[in-house]
């Protein structure tokens, strides 16, 4: 008897009340992604090399060449690679890289906006005045050479600076953990900018000594509460990682003895199975990988396969199994 692969997606109950349950979702089998939708019928063979899914799992992008709305089921060519989501003039744009270049896409809009430079990946900084509101925010579009070009919140993404710096030549300025401005070396001088994107100091650079902190000569350090105001302005951190939000927990998806499936996954000890009501015998573990899309969606892996399947309490309704049959008799 051959070994069962298992590639497995969550049921899940279409319902007038439900309206954030998926009609189909993404699911891997032998290392390629695929998609079946709430009756086990497979809309999508597993023939993708990559995936990307995004705006709270409604959208899964394939390849660069197909994207699906997962909620609708609607199928549409893909813009290019997914790359992130940011707020751009207060509305939600998706961006896209083809070859040559970075897009822009609103899809409630029906809007796309084509950049006359490709970034390998753009991130948005909120800046708050000195009454700590947030007033503005500052683009910074990254490219493949690491270098970085700082930007205007607006649909063209407006350059700031027409010059293209190394992510070390830049720095934010925090005042208690909040961002109130940035400043950049350049041509010889640290220009300072405040929360309005507007320049407020030029001073020029000078050699440093060894208990110098790395951006800033300790002189400049102690002129910061004066250039912006307020006495607790200190040098930030503009790389700072982003902490992804690890609460899932796989219990959430698990349930008693499955009634619309035979395959059902349990827990032993410390470890997660696959297993089958049917065949005693049958046996795979299994384990969950935290996903950093826009949200955090816990994906459950069959190393022995490479396979996954995804789980999220807000999408599916029940804990049973729906797996494409064909595969299982491979």
């Given at each position: 008897m051959k070994t069962v692969i298992a590639v497995l997606?969550?049921?899940?109950?279409?319902?007038?009340?439900?309206?954030?349950?998926?009609?189909?979702?993404?699911?891997?089998?032998?290392?390629?992604?695929?998609?079946?939708?709430?009756?086990n019928r497979e809309i999508a063979k597993p023939?993708?090399?990559?995936?990307?899914?995004?705006?709270?799992?409604?959208?899964?992008?394939?390849?660069?060449?197909?994207?699906?709305?997962?909620?609708?089921?609607?199928?549409?060519?893909?813009?290019?690679?997914?790359?992130?989501?940011?707020?751009?003039?207060g509305e939600k744009y998706h961006i896209f890289n083809t070859d040559a270049h970075t897009i822009l896409v609103n899809f409630e809009k029906k809007e796309t906006i084509q950049l006359t430079e490709k970034y390998k990946y753009i991130k948005t900084i909120p800046l708050y005045n000195n009454e700590d509101k947030k007033v503005n925010t500052l683009v910074i579009g990254l490219f493949d050479n690491?270098?970085?070009?700082?930007?205007?919140?607006?649909?063209?993404?407006?350059?700031?600076?027409?010059?293209?710096?190394?992510?070390?030549?830049?720095?934010?300025?925090?005042?208690?953990?909040?961002?109130?401005g940035f400043a950049y070396r350049d041509n010889g001088y640290f220009v300072f900018y405040n929360h309005e994107l507007k320049i407020i100091e030029k001073i020029k650079t000078l050699p440093k000594s060894k208990d110098d902190y790395e951006f800033f000569t300790s002189e400049v350090l102690n002129k910061l509460p004066v250039i912006y105001g307020e006495e607790n302005a200190s040098i930030g951190c503009l790389n700072c990682a982003s902490i992804w939000d690890n609460s899932w927990d796989l219990n959430t998806f698990l349930?008693?003895?499955?009634?619309?499936?035979?395959?059902?996954?349990?827990?032993?000890?410390?470890?997660y199975y696959l297993k089958n009501n049917l065949d005693?015998?049958?046996?795979?573990?299994?384990?969950?990988?935290?996903?950093?899309y826009e949200e955090s969606y816990e994906m459950?892996?069959?190393?022995?396969?490479?396979s996954s399947f995804f789980c999220d309490s807000r999408i599916v309704k029940t804990p049973h199994i729906l797996f494409p049959e064909k595969y299982l008799k491979e």
């Open positions: 997606v969550l049921t899940f109950t279409i319902s007038s009340q439900a309206q954030n349950y998926r009609k189909i979702v993404p699911f891997k089998y032998q290392s390629k992604w695929g998609i079946v939708d709430s009756l023939e993708y090399k990559s995936l990307h899914v995004f705006e709270d799992f409604l959208y899964a992008e394939f390849d660069g060449k197909d994207l699906y709305n997962l909620k609708t089921g609607e199928k549409q060519k893909a813009p290019g690679i997914y790359v992130n989501t940011i707020e751009v003039d690491h270098k970085v070009k700082l930007l205007k919140n607006d649909k063209n993404l407006t350059p700031i600076s027409s010059s293209k710096f190394t992510d070390e030549a830049v720095e934010t300025i925090e005042k208690r953990n909040k961002i109130i349930g008693d003895s499955p009634e619309e499936s035979n395959y059902y996954i349990t827990k032993e000890n410390r470890d005693a015998n049958f046996k795979i573990e299994v384990d969950s990988n935290l996903y950093d459950i892996n069959i190393s022995s396969t490479n």
